[in-house]
């Protein structure tokens, strides 16, 4: 008995120790507003997308608007060319990656971002691209284009950002 908690204890400070580092990273992640997204770490992709597909996704972005998960009339265009390059590319997976600003606890943040991928995501499907081709992922606050509190700050973390699955 005495080891059970002693055991417990050591997982859970272990644990505590690590997700802070885990949780913000260095900033080399998917959706961070470096330079090229697929030099970065992200578990759910493996290899090197062509020059062709960074650009084409890359200019994808879709922004939201405050607390919402509604994807504006002026952000379809970029959907619809989205869904075009799909069809083109029939063999081609993506991620979407839902994000948000810090506003909004943790747990609010990773819902939101969560609906904000899976409307880009029905909303490709709609437009004919294959489901089974689209994953998405939500990171909430955790993965900022931009650093700060101020409304621009804010405005580009508000996102869903398409990335390739190789």
Known sequence: MKYTYLSILTLLAILTGCSNDAKKGDGAAFGDSTDNIYDQA???????PDK???????????YFAYDSFTIEAKERPKLDKL?????????????IAGHTDARGTPQYNLALSEKRANAVRQYLI????SGANISTI???EDRPAAEGE????HTQNRR???GILR
């Open 42 to 48: 992200l578990p759910e992709r493996s290899g090197n």
């Open 160 to 162: 869903a950002s398409p």
């Open 83 to 95: 869904a075009n390059y799909l069809s083109n590319n029939a063999n081609t997976k993506i991620v």
């Open 126 to 129: 709609g437009l004919g691209a």
């Open 150 to 153: 101020t409304e621009s700050a």
């Open 52 to 62: 062709a597909d960074y650009d084409t996704l890359k200019s994808e972005t879709v």
């Open 138 to 140: 939500g990171y909430g």
